[in-house]
């Protein structure tokens, strides 16, 4: 059964939401740097405006907020990852992606459309990216009934969603389904954005550290469907 929805996803109660949040909403902005952030957002091609707080002070920041805190149910974690994106500074998405990623096998299949929510706002690959190998691939791996969802995704006119069906196996090693990746593939083969492009090529690569002879033998009988730039980031490690 699909369990991608479309329309809005509402915001459970969680007192676990609201303890975090508090925190969050007090203790980031103290440590926010004007100047970084303009930087931080040009770099980030005005995706989002930005608090100016680097990696490694962020993520120490997070661990007090989080200090102390029961692990979230699945309520929770929706409640924290839609609260997190109604605020508009891109480092308030940043907690709640690594707060799903630490908690991503509490979550059922009926999350996937919470986590397609965040894909398609605010969209910049610093935060698909990682929704799509970390969350995504972590729920399709558990429930292999949402391959129907990526075989969905992988047609849609949005170019994250298309991206995150590409993505999704990035993690699986020696569990990849070879045929379909290879399918999706050649799917958007002809697709003109540089993200989808690059994207099946980083796809490819990946897989290729498990079986160089496959993504070899794949793209010396597509080679020509394919764009330049994805056929170099494919064969980037293993060559020709």
Wanted: hydrophobic content about 45%; overall charge positive.
């Amino acid at each position: 059964m699909s369990a991608t929805g479309t329309g809005p996803v509402a915001v459970p109660d969680s007192a676990l939401a609201d303890t975090l949040l508090a925190r969050l909403t007090d203790v980031y902005p103290g440590a926010a740097d004007p100047a970084r952030a303009a930087a931080m957002r040009a770099y980030m091609k005005d995706a989002a405006p930005f608090l100016g707080l680097p990696t490694p002070l962020r993520r120490g920041l997070s661990r007090t907020v989080t200090e102390g805190t029961a692990r979230p149910a699945e309520p929770d974690l929706t409640a924290v990852a839609l609260r997190c994106w109604q605020l508009p500074e891109r480092e308030y998405h940043y907690f709640a992606v690594d707060y799903l990623r630490r908690y991503a096998s509490r979550c059922s299949s009926g999350f996937l459309p919470v986590v397609r929510h965040l894909i398609v706002t605010v969209p910049w690959w610093d935060t698909v990216d990682l929704l799509a190998a970390h969350m995504v691939g972590t729920l399709v791996a558990a429930d292999p009934a949402l391959t129907a969802d990526m075989d969905a995704w992988i047609t849609d006119d949005d170019l994250w969603i298309a991206r995150t069906a590409l993505l999704h196996q990035l993690r699986y090693k020696e569990r990849t389904d070879r045929d379909r990746l290879f399918a999706y593939c050649l799917r958007q083969s002809g697709h003109p954005d540089f993200f989808i492009r690059k994207a099946i090529g980083w796809a490819l690569r990946e897989y290729a550290k498990t079986d160089p002879g496959a993504v070899r033998a794949f793209l010396a009988h597509e080679r020509a469907r394919f764009a330049p730039l994805t056929v170099r980031e494919a064969l980037k490690k293993i060559g020709a």
